[in-house]
């Protein structure tokens, strides 16, 4: 009786499956990818900090809509000649990197700050991604 419990429970165990690798072999750790950056969460805020002031109105001095309000804007066809041919969010860090905008100058007036070379990493990485929400 007590060593066909025995044989029972050496039988559980069995059919639980043995690890496959020995003992020495490491566990491969799968590298973790982290998710890219996305419109809603990380470029809106962001660029609603240096631009927002001349891009979320019904109408930009330059006469685009307030394109930085909504995902659908941003991704479309620019108007400016700086970013002829490119959508908006492709022309973005062009005219940050030529130091056309924040305008002018690149940088907020009132020592507010210019956008910073991880800010802009940021932004090159959502692009890179397809640009998501
Ligand atoms: C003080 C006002 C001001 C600020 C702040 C500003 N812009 Fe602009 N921006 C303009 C004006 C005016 C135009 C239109 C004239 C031009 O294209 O140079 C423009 C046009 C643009 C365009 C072209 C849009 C199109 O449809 O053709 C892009 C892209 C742009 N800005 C990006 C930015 C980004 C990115 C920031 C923040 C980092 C920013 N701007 C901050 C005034 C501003």
Known sequence: MHVRQLAALAIAFALMGCPTEGPGTPEPTPEPTP????WAEDIQPLLARY????????????GEVGWLNSLEDVVAEAIAPECEGEIRAACVPMRIEN????FPGGCLPGGLGCITEDELQLVYEWL?????E
């Open 99 to 102: 130091g056309d905008m924040p």
């Open 51 to 62: 631009c927002a002031d001349c891009h979320t109105g019904a109408a930009t001095a330059g």
């Open 128 to 132: 890179d991604a397809g640009t998501p």
């Open 35 to 38: 998710p890219p950056p996305g």
